[in-house]
Structure formats: C-alpha cells, structure tokens
C-alpha cells in the first residue's frame, strides 16, 4: 500500500523551492539545475507563481526536490 504524505505549507514549500535553487545556481551543470530553471522559465512566463512545480498537485506534492528536503527535515 503506498504512504500517503502529508501536504506541505505553501510558505514551507517556497522557502524550500528557494533554497534548492540557491544550490542548484552555483552548479554547472545537473538535471536538477535544469528543471529548477524549467520551472522558473515557465511561472515567469506565466506571471504566476501558482505555476510551478511544486504546486502541481494541490498538496503541494509536485516537486521531487522539494519533497525530498521536506520529508527529511519534518
């Protein structure tokens, strides 16, 4: 049966999305530097922050990166 995780805050999940874009920007080159840019690209695009990925699900579930920095810390 799969674990059902619990939503994360919208301000959580912004705080969270900075950081990894904080880390991802001193990188050359890594697929995660790359969606973080994707997804910047497309909410700016957009003029919306509500598109990025870690609004993808109403949960706030949608970003692999920041799930994973949240499920470790809380």
């Not at 957009?46 to 949608?62: A, L, M, Q, W, Y």
Request: hydrophobic content about 30%; glycine content about 2%.
């Amino acid at each position: 049966m799969k674990e059902i995780k619990k939503p994360i805050s919208e301000n959580i999940a912004l705080q969270i999305c900075e950081e990894v874009r904080e880390c991802n920007r001193e990188k050359k080159f890594s697929l995660a530097k790359v969606q973080c840019w994707g997804c910047m690209k497309y909410s700016i695009k957009k003029n919306d922050i509500k598109h990025r990925c870690i609004f993808s699900n109403e949960d706030n579930r949608g970003c692999h990166l920041v799930n994973r920095i949240y499920d470790v810390r809380y």
